[in-house]
């Protein structure tokens, strides 16, 4: 294990190398554990990513793997954690997706709440601070600004204002304490997510997988605080599942037709759709 840099930061990506960028300079940056482990799965990526990644490994200290498959064998962004997850030797994973932008020391008030629960299995989530890209309102873990306030894409992201509010915004809101899972960011202890076995690969490449995950994880008698104390940026839905991939508000075929092919291997596998509480977070499903 490494004791002084007790975490691993994780993000599998597929051609989402321009907010890839944001993301690995933030965790370089504004993370606690600057020089912590990182891993990132790059898979099928056509847009530079392969070669960005091999240029920088060694300015950013990444663990990189670069894989191209068919679209039969594509791991996607559930089978990619447990790919990243296996490559974990530090005592806790934190994983992330490429459309995040941290700030200032979110990867240690995630590992404070573990470190004050230390019998308990915990999923630690950040605060989301997201464009209004999809025409919601804010939700319980979730602040949603307009798209001008810190801009809805890499191009037009402002940065330094995004640190400056989420640094005051984590002062005011550090006693905040959700009960909900997000997808990520995420901090778990590793042997943690090994007992309760990662993602199911039966909703490989995307959709339903982390609904599925966090069920299992209430039934085993996790707990999920979402805080206000560790604050992140998400573009919102930039990842793996086709929205705005290319500036626009447009979804492709194959990925509607995923999610259509995971509900249905979600209702096969627990018997019901899922259902959530108030705060939006999936209740568990007893069999």
Not at 103 to 126: F, M
Not at 131 to 146: K, Q, W
Request: proline share 3%.
């Amino acid at each position: 294990m490494t004791t002084n840099n007790p975490i691993t930061f994780c993000i599998g990506t597929s051609n989402n190398l321009n907010y890839l960028k944001l993301a690995v300079e933030s965790v370089r940056t504004y993370s606690f554990y600057k020089e912590a482990p990182f891993i990132i799965f790059a898979e099928n990526c056509t847009d530079g990513t392969d070669e960005w990644l091999a240029e920088n490994k060694e300015k950013y200290n990444l663990e990189i793997y670069i894989e191209h498959n068919d679209e039969n064998s594509r791991k996607g962004i559930g089978m990619g954690m447990n790919f990243c997850a296996d490559k974990v030797q530090t005592e806790y994973i934190m994983f992330l997706h490429a459309d995040f932008v941290v700030s200032k020391n979110w990867d240690k008030a995630c590992l404070d709440t573990v470190n004050n629960s230390t019998n308990k299995k915990l999923w630690v989530s950040s605060y989301r601070i997201q464009p209004n890209i999809f025409n919601e309102g804010s939700r319980p873990g979730t602040f949603i600004v307009p798209l001008d306030e810190f801009g809805e894409f890499y191009h037009n992201f402002d940065l330094n204002h995004f640190i400056e509010v989420a640094d005051e915004f984590a002062q005011l809101n550090n006693d905040i304490v959700i009960r909900k899972g997000e997808g990520v960011s995420g901090l778990i202890r590793k042997k943690d997510w090994d007992e309760i076995g990662g993602n199911d690969p039966i909703f490989t490449p995307l959709a339903f997988d982390d609904m599925d995950l966090f069920i299992r994880m209430q039934l085993a008698e996790f707990e999920f605080p979402l805080i206000g104390s560790s604050v992140v940026y998400h573009f919102g839905s930039r990842s793996d599942n086709g929205h705005f991939m290319n500036d626009e508000i447009k979804r492709a075929d194959k990925q509607i037709n995923y999610e259509a092919r995971s509900s249905q291997r979600f209702f096969e596998k627990w018997g019901q759709m899922p259902q959530f509480d108030e705060v939006g977070f999936v209740k568990p499903i007893y069999k």
